[in-house]
């Protein structure tokens, strides 16, 4: 915990009852000192504080949900929930993603035409390109017989595909990556650079695209239809940022919280490989486990729920890795269980936000395994560079070192 409760309790609103009020700062983990575990730190915080709804003095007070029922009616009540502004804390000019800075009835209007975009179908035809990318990545490394998975991997894997499916060009990998790395940055002025240098590197392709359309994406939103008028510049535009915020910094943690989770268990590493069919199970089990975003709303009006009194204006965290370790939901949720009854995770949340990558997120996981437990079943953390990681509203493993015995 972060302050003595003394200085805290002066931070406290009069309508927030002591058993509510929380020492949690999101930026530094549930329990600083134990920042190379942030999903036991969400764990613990359930186990010691309970599950529920509570509020939190830092990053401008906001209140969060870690109970896995809560959350659930929480994100399908867009109506006191809004995600009009979901940045903690505040900053005046927040960002307008399209469609997830929308409430209904608008955000339909945006979301159904980009789910089209997305559908199992058209994925499923990307599993090709998403295996060989795979592969290259891995024959970069698999002589060495050690990486930093983050760099080798995690990062570069969802980029490229990224890139692959907007129809972006890949020698420009390396100066993406940089924007990327800044807009996850804490720094304003970094992430407002990062946010310019993609919007410029989108409105020249999009303008590319207009000119003269292929099979890509861009392309695909270009001819879209908002409600009964085509789609307008600015509206392909939001599409592009959000589409590049939304879908590679999940993917990226995603993949390096299970692999640090996978380079510390033979056992799974030896069971997978030998049956690799049972991999899509893991690959849920590990999204569970292992959730990245926590997502924010801010409150409508006043009301009452979970028992607590929120007011208009008031930021509201949805912690869904923390409800994904609810043992009333989840038994000994701590445990990486292949048999679990129950796997309906809300890894990619519930409601009218739920993530439209879910199938793209789902098969790069699953190809990655398949391809990474082919060619190096056997792999362990490597002592020589311990992982390191990042707390926020996404969390992150920044560095994460990785060996196996290579092949003669
Ligand atoms: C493991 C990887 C991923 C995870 C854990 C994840 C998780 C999430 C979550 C929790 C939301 C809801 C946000 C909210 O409620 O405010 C969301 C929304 C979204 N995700 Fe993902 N995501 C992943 C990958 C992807 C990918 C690969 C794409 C596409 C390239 C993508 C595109 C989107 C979009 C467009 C939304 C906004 C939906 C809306 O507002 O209606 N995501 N994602």
Redesign the pocket.
Known sequence: MTATAATLSRDRPAHVPPDRFVDYDVYRGAFPGEESDLHHGLYRLGEEHGRGIFWTPHNGGHWFINDFELLFEA?RKPELFS?TE?TIPPVPEEPR??????DPPE?GL??AP??RQ?TPGRIAAMEVGIRQFTNELIDAIEAEGHCEFVEAMAEPL?IK??MR?MGMPLDRLREFREWILDMLSSDDDRRASSYANIAGLMDGLIRERQAEPKDDLISHLLTLEIGDRPIAYEEVQA?CL???A???D??A???AFGMQFMATRPDLQARLSADPSLIPEAVEEL?RKF???????TATCDFQFGGADIRKGERVM?M?PACNLDPKTFPDPWNFDLERKNKAH????V????????H???L??RVFWEEWLRRIPSFRLDPARPATYRAGLTLAVQELGIAWDPAA
Do not use: D, K
């Open positions: 994100a995600s979901m993603l399209i469609p997830l800075f929308l955000h945006f979301r980009l789910m997305f969802p595909i990224f499916i599409y959000l589409l590049f939304a879908g590679l999940t993917v943690n995603a993949l999204l959730g990245v975003p926590m997502p924010a709303r949805l869904l809300i890894a990619f949340n409601g009218p936000h739920r993530c439209i990558g879910s793209l997120a789902r790069e996981l």
